[in-house]
Structure formats: C-alpha cells, structure tokens
C-alpha cells in the first residue's frame, strides 16, 4: 500500500517464523505480552539501557532479545538484519513520534496496519475532511477570534503535548492569553465528559460486527489522564490560577479505565463503520487498531476531536481483557488481537492485507 | 407478590429450560453473558437493527435469539409467546422506563425481583419513608428556599436525566437560577466523594453475610460519571460558567471502577441489611441486586441520596469479577450472580420467592 | 533487625506450619485472599462484631479464625498465643495505627517487613532526609510563609487524615486561614497528576529488575480519592468555598486504578532502586511492599510527597491482579505476593531476612 517493495520483502519471509518488533515505549508491555500469547517471538528496539532493563521486572512482557541502537533513526540502517529475523513491525505513537513520519513511511520493513493512513491523520484539515465525510460530527472551528461567542481551546500550530494549548471563554480572554506571531488553530471548547474508543477493524475476518468489507470490533475504552489539568480543580479555578500567572497543560500522563453507558453502544459501532468505509474509499482503510477521541454532551451526542490511526495507550489499563473484549475473549488485549490478526493473516497467506 | 398470576404461570413454566430475556440496552450485554455463563438460553428484546447488530462484536454476550419490537410496549402483547419460551424477564433501569412504570406492573411474565419496590422507589417522599425509617441518612431536605445556608441541590419535578437541576450556595444564587411555576425540591448539598454500593439479597440463600431471612452480598463499587458536570472544571468554576450562561448538567453517560475504603465496609453491610430487613417488613422485600447511592464526607459518614432496585449499569465495569466479587467468586458479575438465583431457585423449586 | 528477640521465636516456628495473621480492616480481604491461595492458614484480629461479620460475605477472603479483641493493644497480652500458631504479622497502616507505633515496635511477634522504617518515615524531615539523600525530588519546604510565591499546601502538625491541610496560592491567603499558635509546615503545592507506585522489594530472590542485593518490583498504580476535595468542583472553586466558610479537606475515602504513560517506566524503577539501596544503608532496607506517593508535572518529572513502607490501600483494586502484576503472573495481588515472599522464606530458611 506504499511505494515500498513490502510485498517483496514478505515472499522472502518465513511466515511460520515471524517475529514481532516494536520500540520499547507507549504500549510495548502489552504489545510483547500479546505477540508471546499467540507464540510468536518478540524484539524489543530501545536507545538505553534504562529502558532495556525493567522488562526483568515484567517477564510474560519481556521480549525475547533486544535491540539495542543509539538512536531510533538507526532502525532505518539495520532493516537487512531486521528481515532476516521475519520481523513485523507494530507501529505505536511514540514509534511514529521517535522516527520521525517521513522516516516511518519509508521503513523497508512490514509494518502492521496501513502506512498511508499518516498523510490523513497529521494534517487537521485532511483529518477533517475524513472524519467530517464519514459523517462523524467534531467541534466547530472558530476562523475569526472576534466571533467567539462560547468556550474554544486554542491550539498554537506544532506546539508539542498540548502545552501550547489554552481555554478562553470570550474575546477578551483570548486576547489575554494570545501571542503575537504564532499561528494558531481555534476549536469550539465541546463540554462533557470524554471517552477514548478503541476500536480493530479486521479487513479478513467477518466474526464481528460487519461491514462491506471484513469486520469490526470495540475492544476497551479509557479515559486520558493529562497534567495539569485534570487535577487543577485541587487548586481553584483555570480565570483564578490564570490570573497568578499560572497556565493549565494538557500533557498525557495515564489512562483510567470507564465504561460508557450501553445505550451509546450502536452509535459507537456506526461511527466506527462510517471512518472505517471512508477510509477505505480514501486510501485503501485504516487497518487494525484505532480509537476515535470523544466528548459525551448533554444531549448524549458525540463529538469527535480526533483519531489515532493505531494503538493507543489508552488499552495499557486492558493488558489482561477489559469489560468490552472479555466479552469477545477473556483476557483479550488490543496486543493479543493484532498478534492473532498477524497469525490468521499468516496462516491464510493474506499478511499483504494487513501489513504495508 | 403483585396482582398477576405470575405462580400460575410459573406453575406451567418447564423450569429445567428457562430463557433469561431483558431489552437490549442498560446492562444487558453482562446480563446476557451471565445467563449464558450458567447455561441459560437467552433472548434480547430490541427495536431497531442497530441495536441487534453490535451484538454480533460481543459473541459472548450475544443472546441466542432476538425479539425485534416497534416499540417496547409491543411486548404487553407478546407475553404469550415468551410465556411459551419459558421466559423469565431480568428488568434494569432502561427496561422500566422504556415500558412505564405501569405496564412494567402489569407486565405478565415472571420478572426478577420484588416489582412491588417501584411504588416505593419512584415518589421521593415515600422512598425517603423507607430508607430513613431503615436508619439510613439521608440529606436534609429544605421547605423553604429563604432557609438556604449551605449548599443545595434543586431538582424540578420530573426533571429528566439530571438536566433540570442546579447547585446553589445561597438564597442569591437560587433567585437567578429557579425558574418561575416550576415545582420543585431542595435538597442539602452533600459535600464528599460519591460511592455506589451494588448488593445482592437472597431470600433463599444462606451462605453469605446472614440477614434474618436469608443472605447479603456487596458484589462491587462504582462511581458514575456525568456529563457535563463531571469535567465542567476543564472550562472554570460553576460560577463562572453560570455567569456566562452555561449550566452543568447531571446527565450519566458511564462509569469507573472504584474501591472504599476497606474500615468502611461494616457500615456499608450495616445499611444494606437495614435496607432489606425494612423492605421485608414494608412490602415483602427487595429481591436480588440494588444499589446505594452515597456520598461519604469528611467525617467518614455515609449518606444515601437515592436507592436503585434493581441491577444498575455501575455494574457494567465488572463483566468479567470486580475486587470484591472475586473473594466470592472468580469472575463472577451481577449478572452472573443473577443468573446463578434464578437457576438455584429454579432446582430447589422456589422461584416465586425470588420472581413477581 | 529490632531489639526483639525475633530470631529466637523464629527458631521455635513450626515454619511449615505458619498464620498468616493482620488486624481486620485496611487491605485485610487482600492480604488474607492472598495468604489463602498461597495455603497459609489465616487469622484475623477484630474489635468488635460487626468487623467479623463482613468477611461471611467473602468467603475467598475470610480468615480461618479471628481472635477478637476489646482493643487492639491486647494483642501485645496475646503475643504466647499467636507464637503458639506460628504467626506471622503483616502490619498494615491501620495496624500501625490502632496499635500505636511505639507499642507497633514492641510487639514481641514476627512481623513482616523491617520495623526500623518506621524510625525513618514518621518523622517529615528525617523521611525528607531519606528520600532526598537517595536523589528523589520532593515539593520544596517554605520556611517562612512570606516567602510564598506559588501555592503552597499548609499542614499543621499531628493533623489526623488531613483534616487540617489547606492550601493557599498567597501569603494574604495563608494570613486568612492560618490558625494562632499551632506549630505548621509549608510545602510548596505541586501541580500535577497523582500516581501511587506499589513497589515490591525482595532481599531473597533475584527474579526480577536487580539490584545490589535482592530485586525490585512494581505491581500496581493507583490514585487516591480523598473527600471532599476530590469532588469539591461540583459546587465551586475552592477559593469561592472558603469566601462561603467551607474548607475542602483530604480525609482518603476509596482508590481508583489508573496506569502510567509507559514512558515514565524507567524513571519509576529507578526511584525504586535509589530508594531501597539508600534505605539498605541507612537501615538495613525497606523489606516487601512499599508505595511512592507521586505527582507528575508538565515536564513529566516526578516529585514524590511520602512514602509509605508497607502494603497500601491502594492495592485494593488489584485483588486479582493488575495491568502490571499480570505480567509477572496472572491474578497477582500484592497480598498473594506478601505471601510468596513469605513461603519462599520458609522453604530457603531465610525468614529472619524479611521478617523483623
């Protein structure tokens, strides 16, 4: 699905052999736990010895060998090596975030899900453009500053880990918090409470909730725990803590686990069916692991902020089974499914639907 | 226990081949794989293809048959064809609203758990007359707006979902927000930290916490979680956002896994027993699952703001055990430990100790 | 490890035969389940009825036998009976507490863990002393309030469950509230997300992340409830409650489960390891469970406000395993594990190494 030669790379490849490989980061405990659940063999890429180390504490997570680099870019220079051991590549945030996208999208080595999902998901526009076509509804985007008549959460452009961000209530507000010469983005600030889905879309298995082509399933849902925000109430008041200089950040630190009011559940699946036909229309699906990031309003709607086009860190609550796939299998994790979708997609020589 | 001849059509009932049915949505996916978890048959009741599809995503939790109905009260009209089926009806929260309370009442088909609760839990007075005559303590109520010293909570009659109510600190404060002609009730604003205590009574069953006639079970924790309340600190104070016109709501759209305080407990079986034993003497028992809902303060006091008779979707983190649960059972959810009276009754032949 | 005669009782231990024996209240369900699947026999040590009776409703958690007692220092009168039963104590915080920590050190029985902790962790500037001297950071000490230039959490000696902590974000706010003549200490406020880290350290065994001596887990995360500051924005800034003569206050009521952004791994294992080697020097070790009290700011850095040396509340959640003990070993609880440390003790005839 890329300019690639994977499917090149993958007739080479020993597929009773595979190995699974990710960086040591974000979701790997799960990721490795997963991949030696379904009896494959596990490599772990990491820059340190800090974060080779406390897998000894975690050993039904800790990968068969490592590999250590200097840094994450050298994984470019060592896919040969990478090959020769049937490696699999599953993608994380922080994977993407190490290697730089352009470096990710032009790895020479199979990677779980669709590369080309990036070019839709870094772009906010383009993001829109997908989500918004599915008919997923987001939060409204305020152009002009003066016409802001309710809460909007301003984002300055590349500003990294929500640090950047701000909330402003009126105009004044804004014109408070704003500096000068750095572009930014304005979005409605949506009220309610927010929920993380984390959905798998099987483009080869039909066991699930169906559509055109292959199936879905929703396998947990968490809640993103960020600093400082979500304990700023302990202190008073974002105008008050404002005032004494003091400015809220979003940065993630966790993620807590919740279930949504079953009630809500059909909507879940029908927006996952809607970005998922979309995707494929666009650019050939969003494959394997994604979680649409939501507010719950008043009126039990929801708004759709974002996606992640992978696994998120917001299935790390779930290593051993969540309320959602325990229902599906007990003990299943988001890392246990992408291992069996890799091991039925080998059994059944369809590794090229769902690698790239 | 109701004026139906509920005996008399469990008398014709083949009880070795129940079909455990409830209406698609509340709790039903955990009903649904308790029941199945203890080899019941299980039949879902819905309207509309998008709540029969999701099912197919949870194989577990996915009853073996559906009753597709244009509208719930449709299945007033189908109690024969169920009857045939053996069907005992497991009633939640969306069940008797979606009905009315009425026909709830006049439903003819064995229901689990005592239907006579309703008249005792739909009319605030009265539901006050139980639990306080039962010892509980509940938050002040306030007659005349002019006596606000503290915080209250105002809640319109008939208000849904939590939307109509507000938070007032002072007459001042209730003067701008009440609307006019509009009853209502104030109640104290309980400061501290909410806990929703699932219990399990038995009626016939002696091996747990022993209640004068049969047995007490705590089987899990939860906190509800509140759009928009329960994230309004993300914007500012409620205050502040009033002043701008914007008024939290207190609509439920989920639920998070929570535990007590361990040297609580005692007071947490306390008030349960004295629950039940009141329930007994008031209208023949509260049957199987309720929950307290409780704020604790800062003098480590419970205080119980509302009781729900039947199994609520604070249970729904807890499909596959809850950190309580599992001392009893491993795995085991309300909707399992339902599944498991209905078939203890049913083969010591005291389904009517347990049905209405 | 005490100026006890430890050893010497161990010597006369039937050390095939051993109690597993803790006061009835804390993370007792825990630690008797625990003991339980580890085959210890199990008693417990309750004041008064309602204490006992709790545990019928749990039967994976009841212990074999209690031994009822008027008030928990007439444990220090039944030390001959409980040597007779080959005891052992797991103390928890409630266990420390009831007891009274100088009667705590006196107990003439096998208690798990190293009593000498104690020394170190009930004093603020000698566990400051500890804590900063193995490298951790901790919240600044203000000396002088007038020096308060970003908020600070004010904590008058002796204050029971925090009942008298406030917080102040200026010196005119610390004038409001401070009371005459009543000794306090001023900590700068630090501005994040809490995470309670349950680490588990054996001295014996070397499976796991190793250090000098022994080796080092981390078996669960939590966060903390406290009432009522945990809900305190349902109703208003903190500042606007003050003005109204309501002040929030951090009484512990319950305990969520969260994980950790994966990333911060490392970090977590190494304050780990730095305090357990400092603790190795100063004290001869912080023996078995012990929980670091976190705060992770925006710069995702680490400033640990407490430690606590024994088996936290914390854990509670995790009855039957977490997201991170599951990776050891299924269904892991830090009670199972307190009791594996145990057994491997007695069977290696190494029990004076973790008992003191």
């Keep these: 699905m890329t300019d690639l030669n994977i499917d090149d790379i993958l007739a080479e490849y020993d597929t009773s052999n595979i190995t699974i490989a990710t960086v040591c980061s974000h979701s790997s405990l799960q990721l490795f736990h997963g991949a030696k659940q379904e009896g494959f063999k596990t490599l772990g890429i990491a820059v340190g010895e800090e974060r080779r180390r406390f897998y000894d504490a ?8 490592f590999l250590m680099v200097d840094n994450y870019q050298d994984i470019l220079d060592l896919t040969s090596e990478l090959q020769e051991k049937n490696a699999v590549i599953i993608p994380h945030g922080s994977f993407v975030e190490y290697l730089g996208a352009d470096k990710f999208l032009s790895l020479n080595l199979p990677t779980f899900g669709n590369r080309n ?49 701000f909330i402003a ?11 000068p010469k750095k572009p930014y983005t304005i979005q409605e600030f949506v009220m309610g ?17 169906k559509l055109n082509k292959g199936s879905l ?31 809220p950040t979003f940065v993630v630190t966790g993620n807590i686990p919740i279930v949504l009011r079953e009630s809500l559940l059909p909507k879940v699946f029908k927006m996952g069916e809607q970005v998922v036909e979309r995707s494929l229309d666009l650019f050939g699906g969003i494959i394997g692991s994604f979680c649409l990031e939501t507010v719950v309003t008043e009126n039990l709607e929801f708004k759709v902020f974002e996606i992640s086009a992978r696994i998120v860190a917001g299935t790390n609550p779930y ?5 959602y796939s325990d ?8 890392g246990k499914r992408i291992a069996q979708e890799i091991k039925y997609a080998a059994k059944t020589d369809q590794l090229n639907e769902i690698l790239s």
Tied chains: 1, 2, 3.
């Design 58 to 65: 975690f050993p039904k997570a800790k990968p068969d060998e």
């Design 193 to 209: 409470t927010r929920y993380y889905l984390h959905y798998f879309y099987s483009p080869i298995q039909n066991n699930a909730y």
């Design 319 to 323: 290593v051993n089974g969540s309320p």
């Design 169 to 179: 209530k009126t105009y004044e507000e804004f014109q408070k918090r704003i500096q």
């Design 117 to 165: 999902v990036l070019r839709w998901e870094s772009d906010r526009n383009i993001e829109r453009k997908w989500l918004e076509s599915a008919g997923l509804t987001m939060p409204r985007e305020v152009k002009n500053p003066k016409n802001i008549e309710s809460p909007v959460i301003v984002k300055y452009h590349g500003a990294k880990g929500g640090r950047g961000f």
């Design 217 to 247: 399933q929703m396998l947990s849902i968490d809640r993103r725990d960020e600093t400082t925000i979500d304990e700023v109430q302990r202190l008073g008041s974002i105008a008050e803590l404002e005032e004494i200089g003091i400015h």
């Design 327 to 334: 229902l599906i299998e007990p003990g299943l994790s988001t």
